[in-house]
Nanobody
Framework: QVQLVESGGGSVQAGGSLRLSCAVS????????LGWYRQAPGKQREMVAS??????KYATSVRGRFSISRNNAEDTVYLQMNDLKPEDTAVYYC??????????WGQGTQVIVSS
């Protein structure tokens, strides 16, 4: 069974930065879709950033502040979050998809941004 383990969450003041990491227990490739999603209390889970090969996309609300990156050799995906805002407070989930029949989610890591 594939496991994704997130780390790096925590509490930070507005304007601060955090870097999330996600260790994937299965080999990842340039063709593997890797993404970060988040879910705030009372809201639906939403895509924050996602990438496949050289293509990446971001939610409008985080574009220019967040950056997704990956290390295929170490089977790890990162989310650098700068200029954090209170509305970024949520549980952040890592996602990986290898094919239509194989994908996986992490357990989530909490990010709290105080004003």
């Amino acid at each position: 069974q594939v496991q994704l383990v997130e780390s790096g969450g925590g509490s930070v003041q507005a304007g601060g930065s955090l870097r999330l990491s996600c260790a994937v227990s299965r080999d990842i490739y340039s063709s593997t879709t890797l993404g970060w999603y988040r879910q705030a209390p009372g809201k639906q889970r939403e895509m924050v950033a996602s990438g496949t090969g050289g293509y990446t996309k971001y939610a409008t609300s985080v574009r220019g502040r967040f950056s997704i990156s990956r290390n295929n050799a170490e089977d790890t995906v990162y989310l650098q979050m700068n200029d954090l805002k209170p509305e970024d407070t949520a549980v952040y989930y890592c996602y990986a998809k290898w094919s239509e029949r194989l994908d996986a989610w992490g357990q989530g890591t909490q990010v709290i941004v105080s004003s």
